[in-house]
């Protein structure tokens, strides 16, 4: 199994910046890629970025420019770098990793204020 644990989550003002992180513990080894996902209140939740072993990434449209996915080695931890956030940013933010079963954090409230 595999434990995350999300962190970095807050208030921030429109056109602002946030890093959250992800720490993974347990059976790392076998996680072969990681993301975030999000969900704002009354919506379902979505993809927002992914990262694999190789480093390949993957963004939603509504992030890409914006958003950076990165991970130290051994994904620990993993990173989510947003800058210029909008209010429609606002949401919960769930860390998930694929071994390929998928695991998931409990996530970290982003809410950005316009």
């Known amino acids: 199994q595999v434990q995350l644990v999300e962190s970095g989550g807050g208030l921030v003002q429109a056109g602002g910046s946030l890093r959250l992180s992800c720490s993974a513990s347990?059976?790392?080894?076998?996680?072969?890629?990681m993301g975030w996902y999000r969900q704002a209140p009354g919506k379902e939740r979505e993809l927002v970025a992914t990262i694999d072993t190789g480093g390949y990434t993957n963004y939603a449209d509504s992030v890409k420019g914006r958003f950076t996915i990165s991970s130290n080695p051994h994904w620990n931890p993993l990173y989510l770098q947003m800058k210029n956030l909008k209010s429609e940013d606002t949401a919960m933010y769930y860390c998930?990793?694929?071994?390929?079963?998928?695991?998931w954090g409990q996530g970290t409230q982003v809410t950005v204020s316009s």
């Open positions: 998930t990793a694929w071994t390929p079963l998928k695991y």
């Open positions: 347990g059976c790392i080894f076998s996680i072969g890629s």
